[in-house]
């Protein structure tokens, strides 16, 4: 274990979580069986966000309270003004202080989410030289160098598709929201929902084809792999004099191998899901918050505001799941492989 470097790794999961995690000590505890982390701990981390985004975000929803009850107030007491234009004009401008204060609010989301992507492609782009390293000590030299390629292939196609298509299209989605609800007739909603479509199939096709490429592939390469150490072993074995002695050295010396592989890759699993708790439960807060905020002002305020309030709780549930699929994606990587090559 102390030919395996875990610098990179360390450095990395210092600038994302603190000094308070140590890789290496997690590789030693999931080599052993142990616990990799405390679920009171865990409790007590989320309850804190949670009190936090509350903190942060509750002057954004105090305007949105005060905004969406003076737009019902100039709505519905619409016959004071001799001219009812007034009252229209009004709503606009209200309105359209709202659009700003959602956008803001939804770029400081979209901030959060492509933050934590960035620092899931950093992890496994560390982690890879270091875990397949490991993964040749088990002589599944083959299996290494094929999952080797894929990953550096997946973590550059994540970068495309999140960067290129997925974010740009979940910020379309929320513009023709807002754009959707200023007038009384909604003349884009079938186009957005459209684009919440196309993003919401995309992260199931991903999903679907990174596993399938798992299923196929550990099918086919571990066995060749595994089939190759069992002839050398035996191999070694037919040795006269030394042939036992030999054999039962070549597997304690695979076997260690393959507990600090599987050691390395359950660090790697809890690394990852502890790099994307706190953004997640930011989102869900977030996308909470919008969705009771449209449910209490729904009785009194205006539909089309209403109605914009859930949009953009859809958009941050879209950046939710694009996190949380991502997340996923690298979870069943690290696992299959881990799982496949430890027979």
Not at 130 to 147: E, H, I, L, Q, R
Request: proline share 2%; charged share 15%.
């Amino acid at each position: 274990m102390e030919e395996i470097d875990f610098g990179e790794i360390q450095k990395l999961l210092d600038e994302v979580l603190g000094d308070g995690m140590n890789f290496g000590d997690l590789v030693s505890e999931g080599m052993q069986g142990g616990s990799l982390f405390s679920w009171k701990r865990l409790g007590e981390i989320l309850q804190k966000i949670f009190l936090e985004e509350l903190l942060v975000q509750k002057q954004l929803w105090m305007h949105i309270l005060i905004l969406a009850i003076a737009a019902a107030v100039l709505l519905h007491f619409a016959d004071v003004f001799r001219n009812k234009n007034v009252s229209q004009i009004s709503f606009c401008m209200i309105y359209m202080i709202l659009f700003l204060l959602l956008i803001t609010s939804f770029q400081n989301s979209m901030g959060i989410a492509r933050e934590v992507l960035g620092h899931i492609r950093d992890f496994m782009t560390v982690l890879a030289p270091s875990y397949f390293m490991a993964m040749t000590f088990t002589s599944y030299v083959t299996s290494a160098g094929v999952y080797y390629e894929f990953l550096l292939l997946l973590i550059s196609m994540v970068r495309w598709f999140t960067e290129r298509f997925l974010l740009p299209c979940i910020q379309v989605y929320v513009l023709l929201t807002l754009a959707n609800h200023l007038s009384k007739e909604e003349r884009l909603s079938r186009l957005t929902e459209f684009i919440g479509m196309v993003v919401e199939w995309s992260l199931k096709a991903v999903l679907a084809a990174v596993t399938g490429f798992h299923l196929i592939q550990g099918v086919i390469t571990p066995a060749a792999d595994a089939f190759r150490n069992t002839t050398v072993s035996q191999s070694i074995e037919m040795v006269p004099g030394v042939g036992d002695i030999g054999g039962s050295v070549t597997d304690m010396v695979l076997g260690s191998a393959m507990l600090i592989k599987n050691g390395i890759g359950a660090a790697a699993l809890v690394a990852l899901v502890l790099i994307c708790l706190v953004p997640l439960f930011k989102l869900a807060v977030i996308m909470a918050a919008y969705y009771a905020l449209a449910a209490i002002l729904q009785p009194v305020s205006d539909e089309r505001i209403t109605e914009c309030l859930g949009g953009m709780g859809n958009g941050v549930r879209l950046l939710f799941q694009a996190v949380f699929t991502i997340l996923v994606l690298f979870l069943l990587t690290i696992a299959l492989t881990t799982a496949l090559t430890g027979r």
